[in-house]
């Protein structure tokens, strides 16, 4: 609980009698004892807005970070660039951060696969940890809270700490360059990372890939003092680019040997090399592991057998994860004819679409172009924007994925992998704000059991 006298010495001013006991900054979470943060946009509309968001919503006290004609009641204004150091002050006393060892991950794929296995490896040498990324926040073989999102808010983040952390060894969490530029981490240090991978994504948001490096590098300042930022022994031309600055990178050590099916594949041996180093870093240990034992997240390299093929369901939704997916298919299945049947999201990164179809025209045999989360565009638009990278391949497009891929099983012959890219855990489609339940899961496990009656 935050007094008024707290909450005054932290803001700087007189504040009248108030007792928070939590901090938001969505106007929806808001409660009565809540110090809600909003942030007003120079947009015309935006007070507007404002307004009619905080009409239904409670709040102690408000911070925003401009004056506005009428101000609400219980009101600071204060400059948003030092609000992750206010935010900080009211978290420490209301959400203190655990004494837990923190490791994150970086990079354009892998992230959620790699954080996944840091949580497995550290169960084995008895290290209780969570994890926080795409899949929400996990504890080992467990899901505790699904968020929607690769990195959270600070606040979100800082309360994740103290809800989930206290009894823990350990924390792995992604970090996405969005995350990273907006500075959603502040003043959380590493006591060490991985990046694991950079190719083209979320130019929508940065624009160049010299501004989307620069902003992944801004994970070397979040390195504390003497720490290490481990890169797969095989991204040879990232370390290289990486060992001009003045944080130690390092090579992860290659895992020699043979290997599960999951872990053949060039770019899951990255991510479990770099999972590896990073918990024996953390914890200054060597692991012995049986890799065996390891199991892939929701959604990451789902595989089924059916008859003499496979259905392979994958969340790869860039030109370099799906290069990695099918170059890993080709080399796991030599003899095998694949097929994939893939989308592109809308209101992200459009000049990637060419180049996803072009990748995909390398590798299949047989194409199935479809939607994935259209959002606010016309599927037919984006489809055609696909389409344009296709290199005269045997290909179809049919804008409804569950058409398409119920297509797709009814093509599938003997000696063929299907992969389903670009869902992978996810339970929706994604049209106009509205989530449409559809699982690319759920529809591979419905067709085998469907052949199986």
């Known amino acids: 609980m935050l007094n008024n006298d707290e909450l005054g010495k932290i803001l700087n001013e007189s504040i009248p009698h108030v007792l928070i006991n939590d901090i938001h900054w ?3 979470d808001s409660t009565s004892e809540s110090i809600l943060f909003y942030k007003l946009t120079d947009d015309v509309k935006s007070e507007q807005i404002f307004l009619d968001r905080i009409k239904d919503s409670k709040y102690a006290w408000l911070v925003i970070n401009r004056n506005m004609q009428n101000n609400p009641r219980n009101v600071s204004i204060i400059n948003e660039a030092i609000w992750p150091h206010i935010q900080k002050k009211i978290l420490d006393n209301i959400f203190p951060q655990p004494k837990i060892k923190m490791i994150g991950i970086t990079g354009t794929n892998g992230k959620t696969t790699t954080a996944d296995l840091v949580l497995q490896i550290g169960h084995l040498i008895e290290k209780k940890g969570f994890s926080i990324g795409t ?6 073989n467990k899901t505790m ?7 959270p808010s600070f606040i979100d983040f800082r309360k994740y ?3 989930y952390g206290m009894d823990k060894d350990f924390c792995v969490t992604e970090v996405s360059s969005h995350a990273l530029v907006q500075d959603r981490l502040y003043d959380i240090g590493f006591d ?3 990046w694991l991978s950079f190719s083209q994504d979320h130019l929508d948001y940065h624009q160049t890939m010299d501004k989307y490096f620069d902003a992944k590098s801004l994970i070397l300042k979040k390195l ?3 720490k290490k930022l481990f890169i797969p022994s095989e991204q040879k031309d990232l370390f290289e680019k990486l060992k001009r600055t003045s944080i130690k990178v390092t090579m992860a050590p290659e895992i020699e040997g043979e290997l599960p099916l999951f872990f053949r594949t060039q770019f899951n041996k990255n991510n479990l090399e770099v999972a590896q180093a990073l918990i024996e870093s953390t914890f200054n240990e060597s692991v012995t592991i049986n890799y065996n034992s390891l199991v892939p997240p929701d959604g990451r390299f789902y595989i089924r057998a059916f008859k003499s093929s496979y259905i392979v369901v994958d969340y790869a939704h860039t030109p370099d994860a799906l290069k990695n997916i099918c170059q890993g298919i080709k080399k796991a299945f030599p003899n095998y004819k694949l097929k994939v049947l893939f989308g592109c999201g809308g209101d992200r990164d459009r000049l990637k679409r060419p180049i ?3 990748v995909v025209s390398d590798w299949a045999d047989e194409i199935y172009v479809t939607s994935d989360n259209p959002r606010s565009e016309k599927p037919e638009q984006i489809i055609s924007d696909i389409l344009s990278g296709i290199k005269g391949k045997n290909f179809q497009s049919i804008t409804e994925r569950p058409e398409a891929v119920n297509i797709a099983f009814s093509e599938l012959k003997d000696h063929e992998v299907l992969l389903l890219a670009g869902k992978g855990h996810e339970d929706y489609i994604l049209i106009n704000g509205v989530k449409h339940p559809y699982s690319d899961i759920r529809e591979v496990e419905e067709f085998i059991s469907r052949k199986k009656t």
């Not at 899949?135 to 080992?140: F, K, T």
């Open 224 to 226: 504390l003092p003497n």
């Open 356 to 358: 996803m179809a072009s």
């Open 145 to 151: 809270l699904d968020f929607g999102l690769t990195s």
């Open 135 to 140: 899949l929400g926040v996990r504890e080992y």
């Open 26 to 28: 969505r106007t929806q």
């Open 192 to 194: 060490a990372a991985g």
């Open 161 to 163: 700490l103290f809800k």
